[in-house]
């Protein structure tokens, strides 16, 4: 059974102070590791898709990486904007199905 | 991103009734989506796979006859929610991988369904 690990549950940054959440996973035959961002009330919205170990994608402040049993989403220098929920899901085979993890709350404050 | 939209956004029903959500895909075809439950502090729980032209797959302990899915077309897909209860009251999420851009799936605004 694929499982996916979010860490840590709850994260709260000062403005400007950079961190880094954890997404571990274990799946037989990943196809592909997703990062979505999901405001309150709202659908999540894509972020990011990692395809395999080694590989890394960015936009603007977000940073995301890949290895063989985990991905981080690095946040340099978070605004109060980055405030949100971030989930990480894992899609396996050609199914499209993805699992998602229980996400990360992260708060930065002003 | 591509764009999937939701109709409608929120909906407050009776016991009892029946609701009608949809789901549509705006400027690609997707011939799979997905229905997703999500509970307040929750992450998402997938309840079903829509099929073009063909019958919805379930999750494990999903009730099909109550949840009811109709992948009409390459852009649409509706769940119906039959006898609503108390205990149906949700966030709904739809989703659609976008096959020309490597699968990439994309998530509705969800739908807000409040049973009284």
């Known amino acids: 059974e694929d499982q996916v690990t979010q860490s840590p549950e709850a994260l709260r940054l000062q403005e400007g102070e950079s961190s880094s959440l954890n997404c571990s996973y274990t799946?037989?035959?990943?196809?592909?590791l997703f990062w979505y961002r999901q405001d309150p009330g709202k659908g999540p919205e894509f972020l990011f898709t990692?395809?395999?170990a080694g590989e890394e994608k960015e936009k603007e402040r977000l940073k995301a990486t890949l290895t063989k049993k985990e991905s981080f989403l690095h946040i340099t220098a978070p605004k109060p904007e980055d405030s949100a929920t971030y989930l990480c899901?894992?899609?396996?085979?050609?199914?499209?199905?993805?699992?998602f993890g229980k996400g990360t709350l992260l708060t930065v404050n002003p | 991103g591509a764009v999937v939209s939701q109709h409608p956004s929120w909906v407050i029903c009776k016991s009892g009734t029946s609701v009608k959500i949809e789901c549509r895909s705006l400027?690609?075809?997707?011939?799979?989506m997905f229905w997703y439950r999500q509970f307040p502090k929750q992450s998402l729980m997938l309840m079903a796979t829509?099929?073009?032209?063909?019958?919805?797959?379930?999750e494990q302990g999903v009730e099909k006859d109550k949840f009811l899915i109709n992948h009409a077309s390459l852009t649409l897909s509706t769940l119906t929610v039959t006898s609503a209860h108390p205990e149906d009251s949700s966030f709904y999420i739809c989703?659609?991988?976008?096959?020309?851009?490597?699968?990439?799936?994309?998530f509705g605004p969800g739908t807000r369904l409040t049973v009284t």
């Open positions: 400027d690609f075809q997707a011939t799979t």
């Open positions: 799946v037989s035959g990943l196809r592909g």
């Open positions: 989703s659609a991988p976008a096959l020309t851009r490597g699968g990439e799936q994309y």
């Open positions: 829509s099929n073009e032209g063909s019958k919805a797959t379930y």
């Open positions: 990692l395809y395999s």
């Open positions: 899901a894992v899609q396996r085979g050609s199914n499209y199905k993805l699992t």
